[in-house]
């Protein structure tokens, strides 16, 4: 892994949809504007009543919305995580948390609608995620000059919102808006749409990519090739990539 060969930041690609929508950026900044909601006296009188409310907003938003990928209903254990304000649970598949951004758009711009720094920064995170998910699920496998350039505003203006919600939250004494890996990685995803629209290439475990390694890996890290499996699957991996070009180039 240390050759000149392997060692490149383009060589391991980031898989977006398990940086944002699979327990990613996504669930700790719809888990953060929860966190935000559940303690503010305009959308209810308890937190119950809050949760309530939200539930039913939700419900009208799908209603007008038939065929989408429908949030599920959330309840008051989906709303932390390991301490920390996250939308996790069973539920909540990596299609379903995507799909769901403009319904957390539509939430700040209804209750959050002040010019106060939390105001501001929870409008500008949300809407900008929905943002960066139009440009990369719209967007053809190679995205525009013009494309490439809202993309990387709209990745540094989320990241932004994000550092002051987390510095917010921390003046509060709250636990979200967490600054993860994969918040960090997530400012990488213009980098990888330099090449291809990271969109194009994502995948679950047992599909494209991520697959094909899992599978070279459990084929080879057996008895005593165990020890020198990363090597290996390097190899296998580059050698797989050069055959590609050969055979597109004996195609032409």
């Not at 609608?113 to 943002?131: F, H, I, M, P, Q």
């Not at 440009?135 to 709209?154: C, V």
């Not at 509060?172 to 890996?181: D, K, N, R, V």
């Not at 165990?226 to 055979?247: G, I, P």
């Amino acid at each position: 892994i240390d050759s000149p060969l392997f060692a490149h930041r383009t060589f391991c690609i980031l898989d977006v949809m398990h940086l944002v929508d699979c327990s990613g950026v996504a669930a700790i900044i719809f888990g953060g504007v929860l966190n935000c909601l559940l303690a503010d006296r305009r959308v209810g009188e308890t937190r119950a009543s809050r949760l309530a409310t939200i539930n039913a907003l939700r419900f009208a938003h799908y209603g007008s919305r038939p065929g989408a990928n429908r949030l599920p209903e959330i309840h008051m254990a989906n709303v932390v995580s390991n301490g920390w304000a996250s939308l996790h649970g069973p539920p909540f598949k990596a299609a379903i948390v995507r799909s769901s951004a403009p319904f957390w758009s539509e939430l700040v711009h209804r209750f959050c609608t002040g010019e106060s720094a939390r105001g501001v920064c929870l409008r500008g995170v949300v809407s900008k995620l929905v943002e960066v998910y139009d440009i990369l699920h719209n967007g053809p496998m190679f995205l525009p000059d013009a494309a490439m350039g809202q993309l990387r505003a709209a990745c540094v203006a989320v990241g932004v919102n994000h550092m002051r919600l987390r510095e917010l939250s921390r003046r509060s004494g709250t636990f979200a808006f967490q600054i993860t890996p994969k918040v960090h990685k997530f400012q990488h995803i213009p980098q990888i749409a330099e090449s291809i629209n990271p969109r194009w290439c994502q995948c679950y475990g047992e599909e494209s990519c991520v697959g094909t390694v899992v599978a070279a890996w459990k084929g080879s890290a057996s008895g005593r090739y165990r020890a020198s499996v990363q090597r290996t699957v390097n190899v296998k991996r580059v050698t797989a990539l050069l055959l590609r070009f050969e055979m597109a180039l004996l195609e032409e």
